[in-house]
T-cell receptor, first 112, second 118 residues
Framework: GQQLNQSPQSMFIQEGEDVSMNCTSSSIFNTWLWYKQDPGEGPVLLIALYKAGELTSNGRLTAQFGITRKDSFLNISASIPSDVGIYFCAGQPIGNTGKLIFGQGTTLQVKP | DAGVIQSPRHEVTEMGQEVTLRCKPISGHDYLFWYRQTMMRGLELLIYFNNNVPIDDSGMPEDRFSAKMPNASFSTLKIQPSEPRDSAVYFC????????????????FGPGTRLTVL
């Protein structure tokens, strides 16, 4: 089946540092989404991307929909302790009925 | 809106027992999704409904799993009999439409039910 490769699997950084994570797919997607999951909670939508090449920001977060439509990245600038959590990419493959495929997640830890 | 509501938040049961998980979607959302999250397999879609009708249950692991949506504001996921390998966090999500054409169409997740089968 279709899969998303998300990397890195985990990151441990110092407060104030910038963070970058990405997702790649073997097939073309027409939507990319980035979610954050806090411990004991469900994923919460951070950014949604709908067009190839689209670059969207949400505060300190910036995400881009790759030109090839097979990848996306998420950047977090000037990280703070509350950025800790698991970040998931999700995509909607072209031709799919709209079901989302999720990456395996990137666990982010921020050291104050 | 209160968001997607799930109950219980935690469930501990013994192998062989029946387990029922409940979900109340966001009002006005026509689509409801059940996901399972494990360390090994990540987030997996089990089944989704449109206007209370099951559309795709290809992700349901086996016949021990069943889901119903008797009305627009309530859905259940039942496991009978439960097994230790069913231990996971089960999420319910809802959305207005299936096509994520803009941000309002994306799926919103509930807090999940952590199921432990001993």
């Amino acid at each position: 089946g279709q899969q998303l490769n998300q990397s890195p699997q985990s990151m441990f950084i110092q407060e104030g540092e910038d963070v970058s994570m990405n997702c790649t797919s073997s097939s073309i997607f027409n939507t990319w989404l980035w979610y954050k999951q806090d411990p004991g909670e469900g994923p919460v939508l951070l950014i949604a991307l709908y067009k190839a090449g689209e670059l969207t920001s949400n505060g300190r977060l910036t995400a881009q929909f790759g030109i090839t439509r097979k990848d996306s990245f998420l950047n977090i600038s000037a990280s703070i302790p509350s950025d800790v959590g698991i970040y998931f990419c999700a995509g909607q493959p072209i031709g799919n009925t709209g079901k989302l495929i999720f990456g395996q997640g990137t666990t982010l830890q921020v050291k104050p | 809106d209160a968001g997607v509501i799930q109950s219980p938040r935690h469930e501990v049961t013994e192998m062989g027992q029946e387990v029922t998980l409940r979900c109340k979607p966001i009002s006005g959302h026509d689509y409801l999704f059940w996901y399972r999250q494990t360390m090994m397999r990540g987030l997996e879609l089990l089944i989704y409904f449109n206007n209370n009708v099951p559309i795709d249950d290809s992700g349901m692991p086996e016949d021990r799993f069943s889901a119903k949506m008797p009305n627009a504001s309530f859905s259940t996921l039942k496991i009978q009999p439960s097994e230790p390998r069913d231990s996971a966090v089960y999420f319910c999500a809802s959305s207005k439409t299936m096509w994520t054409s803009d941000s309002t169409d994306t799926q919103y997740f509930g807090p999940g039910t952590r199921l432990t089968v001993l």
